[in-house]
C-alpha cells in the first residue's frame, strides 16, 4: 500500500521558516521522482519544487526559488522542503506527490497535505 504523510507545517512570521517532511512507503522510493505541490483557497494546485531520483536534479517554482529548497533522505525514504524567508503568499496546503514506474504503467500518489500560514 502506497502511502504519503506530510509534516511540519504550520504558523510562522514573515521572514520565518519551516522545513517540511513526507514520509513515503509502499513502493521502492529511491527509483521515485518526488514533488512538493500546494494550493491555497480559490487558487489552482501549482508546483512547488521536484528532486529525481538520487537528487541528480531539482527544480523550482520561481517564486520560491533562492527561499526553498528541497532534498530526500532514500535511507529514510523521506522528502523534506526547506523553505526560508516566508512570504504571506506563500500561505497554502502542501502536498508530496510520488511519481514512479511500475512495468508498464506510470503511477502518481498523494499525501492528504500540511497546512503553512505565513501571517504577522
Known amino acids: 500500500q502506497v502511502q504519503l504523510v506530510e509534516s511540519g507545517g504550520g504558523l510562522v512570521q514573515p521572514g520565518g521558516s519551516l522545513r517540511l517532511s513526507c514520509a513515503a512507503s509502499?513502493?521502492?522510493?529511491?527509483?521515485?521522482?518526488m514533488t512538493w505541490y500546494r494550493q491555497a483557497p480559490g487558487k489552482e494546485r501549482e508546483m512547488v519544487a521536484s528532486i529525481t531520483r538520487a537528487g541528480s536534479s531539482t527544480d523550482y517554482a520561481d517564486s520560491v526559488k533562492g527561499r526553498f529548497t528541497i532534498s530526500r533522505d532514500d535511507a529514510k525514504n523521506t522528502v523534506y522542503l526547506q523553505m526560508d524567508s516566508l512570504k504571506p503568499e506563500d500561505t497554502a496546503l502542501y502536498y508530496c506527490n510520488a511519481n514512479f514506474r511500475l512495468l508498464a504503467k506510470v503511477n502518481n500518489y498523494w499525501g492528504q497535505g500540511t497546512q503553512v500560514t505565513v501571517s504577522s
Open positions: 509502499g513502493f521502492t522510493f529511491s527509483a521515485s521522482t
